[in-house]
């Protein structure tokens, strides 16, 4: 582990700024938002709660605690890692080492499966709905959250994920519409739903080792690895979407960098689905919205 030390005289201010400047010559990418959450996680202390005792002389047991987070960091553990949540879709989410961090970029897949199902009707109508490859359940949450009288199912092929996913909906109290199953996507699903909705993996086998090393060395493979050309999962899901969306459904997949046209045209290949691409707020296309063809 990397040692990092505080003066003894570090107010929680100079802590902070300390974290900064250490964060900063690491070449982190947000020195200042990680020093304020780390110091604050340390001390126990909201962005307020910081504020008003900024000039507060740290104790010994503080700095310690202080270094040993701002060690890890720099050891480039992810921040929502060290302090055990991510924020997703509004929605606090405990994440451990048996799920992927949810990303920003991933809400796309929230808001284009939300506009698909408004264009068909009212958010409060009953709906069935399934995330496959749940993980900490964010994409099964945030749609829960939205839809009132919604049932979801998730699944994943690793029960420490699942574990968590039902604790964050237990902590939303959402865990009364709420299942989720141990399998391969959607291998114990049967029937047609309203919406389906997937961040599968899409890292290329060659590329994990090129990652971050936020991701590479924190996020689990089996989260990360689709294969030798990063299209595996999207060949078992485009092979299953014509039965689990069946003439009324929709699926939305998250895509990775510049993989929207060669799942596209997974999907495509499936007669007779339509299938349309969504930008995130990069402008890159980040999800694909999956229906059955018009006039089908």
Excluded at 171 to 195: K, M, N, S, Y
């Amino acid at each position: 582990m990397i040692v990092t030390r505080l003066d003894s005289s570090v107010s929680i201010a100079g802590a902070r700024r300390a974290l900064a400047r250490m964060f900063a010559a690491a070449g982190l990418d947000t020195p200042a938002l990680d020093a304020r959450v780390l110091v604050g996680h340390a001390l126990g202390l909201d962005h307020a709660g910081l504020t008003a005792a900024a000039e507060r002389v740290l104790d010994p047991a503080e700095r310690e605690r202080i270094a040993a987070v701002a060690s890890r960091r720099l050891a480039r553990e992810p921040v929502s890692r060290i302090v055990g949540m991510k924020e997703f879709w509004g929605l606090p989410l405990r994440v451990n080492p048996a799920v992927l961090v949810p990303r920003p970029e991933t809400e796309t897949v929230v808001a284009t499966a939300l506009a698909a199902l408004d264009r068909d009707g009212d958010r409060a109508r009953p709906l069935r709905i399934a995330d496959l490859g749940t993980g900490s359940g964010a994409l099964l949450l945030a749609l829960l959250s939205e839809l009132p009288n919604a049932f979801a199912i998730g699944t994943d092929l690793s029960t420490a994920a699942l574990a968590l996913a039902r604790d964050n909906a237990r902590q939303l109290g959402l865990a009364a519409r709420a299942v989720f199953v141990a399998c391969d996507f959607a291998a114990a699903l049967a029937g047609a739903l309203d919406l389906i909705v997937a961040n599968p993996p899409y890292v290329t086998s060659a590329e994990l080792a090129q990652l971050a090393p936020e991701v590479r060395d924190h996020d689990p493979s089996l989260a990360l690895d689709g294969g030798p050309d990063g299209l595996r999962a999207y060949r078992a899901l485009a092979a299953d979407a014509p039965r689990l969306i069946g003439a009324t459904g929709h699926m939305v997949v998250e895509v990775g960098a510049g993989q929207a046209d060669a799942v596209a045209s997974l999907f495509a290949g499936q007669q007779p689905l339509d299938v349309t691409a969504a930008r995130d707020l990069a402008g890159m296309s980040r999800a694909l919205h999956i229906r059955p063809a018009l006039g089908a």
